[in-house]
């Protein structure tokens, strides 16, 4: 169906599921519109780990480990998400490894995050 | 030459100049290199923990419609450029994004066809460099230029609404003269000027070695359509032409909210060349029948566009960035012109702003640029030859149909095809795929084939 747009990436409605836990994965996501969750799923049911809005990342883990997804991330209410390739990303950060900064920086501001919950 | 003439010019060249806290960077032009480059280097010093001040001189109203903040442009942005500003944390805003572009219709006249983009998504936008053509009334949307100045601003760089009409140096920085602005000393000098050939004389006035970029004419127009009409006629498609008319390498029709922006890129585009594409059926059958092209048209211009990029464009305290020292031949110039920045900010902030800190870390990113600019020379040859012979072309037309048309299969020469057009990839990429016995084999097989129909 034709859609005019004004948002880059693919539109996910309510509680599409982007991202399944388990499955493999090449990819990094960018939030371009929205809010989408992230969530682990045990034997027992599912918890939420995280929300994550607009500029922000998922699937980063998939850039350096060859292993499965680690959790499921849906869509809460429309959101729009772009697509980064993993062979495209390193090819530019083997051009300009300070493209990796702000990936770090987040992924440090994650682990802060996790030790925090973890110490309560 | 005596010791200390020798020990002197030693000195000069190894002296240390650098910048440090307190440092006074202006940044001549605040197009996207000007942007670019304030926002890396602000963000690399707050990095090392340096406290530096950036002031963005630039005369442009990015909030206004018309000439008055317009720097003439196709107005594409690029899947990299979309998906490396994603991952520096820059996502375009709606209100910046005329459209979202997820395929090219390419044009021959021996048919049309459909390339959609990979992944399904829209992975291009369409973006206004100002506020619109002359007479645009809508305000719900921003300048992509004006957008990228007011990031930079959220960072706390200054930003002062004037010429620059002098540069003077001095043993300890550059004096910048603008028009009611007092002059001000800085350490570094960033000059983002464009094409602009009083601008760039100034940087030759301190800097004589710097040889200004070779350009050639181009031209870009406006049609005015209702939105619904460009959703009929356009879609989200941007139509690129390979007509075989003279001095055209390359024509394309960008959609946006509610105009058509027409683009001609060959060598030196006139209002002759420019009749004889819109004459075309192919160009006329992209819009509604019966309407006169030249009612539409809201806005033209010719502008010119790199061909060769600058030699020298660095000197002690002085850098040149974006189309000023070098950009994509045809393609993706603000792609080019976030390579350059980041490159410029990187040396200026973790290596030093000497004239052997740019040779030495900021020459090899342009001299990359160049290298592929001639491959791309390279491929515009071959997609001219192709342009000219009428066989080739349906050979063409009849390979993309036929990878269109295989849902699973590796679609080669579609994505070859997507990335010249629309500057996704390096033109040595394109080339090396375009290597592929495959591309070559199914191409060869479906010209073949044409002769016998
Ligand atoms: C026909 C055409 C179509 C194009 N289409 C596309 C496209 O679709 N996508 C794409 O990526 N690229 C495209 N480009 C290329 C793109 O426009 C340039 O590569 C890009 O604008 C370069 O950015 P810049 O910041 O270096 O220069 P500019 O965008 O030219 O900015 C220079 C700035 O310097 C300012 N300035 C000039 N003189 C002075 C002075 N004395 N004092 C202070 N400020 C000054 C100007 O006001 C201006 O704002 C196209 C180019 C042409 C000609």
């Not at chain 1, 607009?54 to 850039?63: I, P, Q, T, V």
């Not at chain 2, 419609?65 to 991952?87: D, F, K, M, R, Y």
């Not at chain 2, 199914?442 to 084939?449: D, E, G, M, R, V």
């Amino acid at each position: 169906m034709f859609r005019r747009n004004n948002t880059l990436g693919h539109l996910y409605k309510d509680g599409e599921i982007i991202i399944k836990q388990g499955t493999p994965g090449n990819c990094l996501y960018v939030i371009q519109k929205g809010t989408v969750e992230v969530i682990k799923e045990n034997d027992g049911g599912e918890i939420k780990v995280a929300e994550l809005n607009e500029k922000d990342f998922f699937g980063e883990m998939a850039l350096f480990e060859k292993d499965l997804r680690s959790c499921t991330v849906k869509a809460k209410g429309n959101a729009t998400v772009l697509t980064l390739d993993k062979r495209s990303l390193y090819k530019t950060i083997q051009n300009d490894p300070s493209l990796a900064f702000r990936l770090l920086e987040k992924m440090s501001n994650r682990l802060r995050e996790t030790d925090q919950k973890l110490a309560y | 030459m005596g010791d200390n003439t020798f020990a002197k010019l030693v000195n000069a060249s190894t002296r240390n100049l650098e910048i440090t806290d307190g440092s006074n960077i202006a940044v001549i032009g605040g197009g996207p290199a000007g942007s670019f480059f304030s926002y890396f280097a602000i963000d690399f010093a707050r990095i090392i923990d340096l406290n530096i001040n950036i002031d963005i001189i630039e005369p442009k109203y990015f909030d206004k419609a018309g000439p008055t903040g317009c720097n003439h442009c196709g107005g594409i942005i690029s899947e990299t450029l979309v998906q490396n500003l994603s991952a520096e944390g820059i996502v375009l805003p709606s209100r910046v994004i005329r459209r979202g572009i997820e395929s090219y219709t390419i044009h021959l006249e021996t048919g049309s066809a459909v390339i959609e983009t990979p992944l399904n998504e829209q992975r291009i936008a369409s973006v206004f460099r100002g506020l619109g053509p002359k007479g645009e009334e809508n305000s719900n949307f921003e300048s992509f230029d004006g957008y990228l100045l007011s990031l930079c601003k959220e960072k706390g760089i200054n930003l002062i609404n004037a010429r620059v009409k002098e540069l003077e140096r001095h043993e300890d920085g550059i004096v910048v003269k603008c028009t009611g602005v007092p002059d001000k000393k800085y350490d570094l000098v960033v000059g983002s000027v464009g094409l602009n050939p009083g601008a760039l004389s100034l940087f030759k006035n301190i800097n004589p070695s710097y040889i200004i970029p070779k350009t050639t004419k181009t031209h870009i127009c406006e049609f005015y359509m209702a939105d619904t009409d460009i959703d009929k006629y356009f879609g989200n498609s941007m139509h690129v032409f390979l007509l075989n008319l003279p001095n055209i390498k390359f024509g394309a029709l960008i959609p946006k909210s509610n105009y058509v922006t027409m683009v001609l890129l060959g060598d030196q585009i006139d209002s002759k060349v420019v009749d004889s594409f819109l004459g075309s059926k192919e160009v006329k059958g992209c819009f509604p029948k019966n309407v006169e092209l030249k009612t539409l048209m809201h806005c033209h211009c010719f502008p010119a566009i790199n061909i060769e990029g600058a030699k020298s464009a660095y000197d002690d305290r002085i850098i040149l960035i974006g189309d000023s020292a070098t950009s994509k031949l045809y393609k993706n110039g603000i792609g080019a012109a976030y390579i350059t920045s980041k490159a410029a900010a990187r040396t200026a902030i973790f290596q030093g702003i000497s004239k052997n800190d740019f040779q030495n870390h900021y020459q090899k990113i342009c001299k990359k640029l160049e290298t592929d600019n001639n491959i791309g020379k390279f491929i515009f040859g071959v997609t001219s030859f192709i342009q000219k012979s009428e066989l080739l072309k349906k050979g063409l037309h009849a390979t993309i149909l036929d990878e269109q048309n295989k849902i699973n299969d590796k679609r080669r020469l579609s994505s070859i095809l997507w990335d010249t057009f629309t500057g996704s990839a390096p033109y040595s990429s394109i080339l090396q795929r375009g290597l592929d016995p495959r591309v070559g084999a199914s191409f060869i097989w479906n010209t073949i084939k044409q002769t016998f129909t």
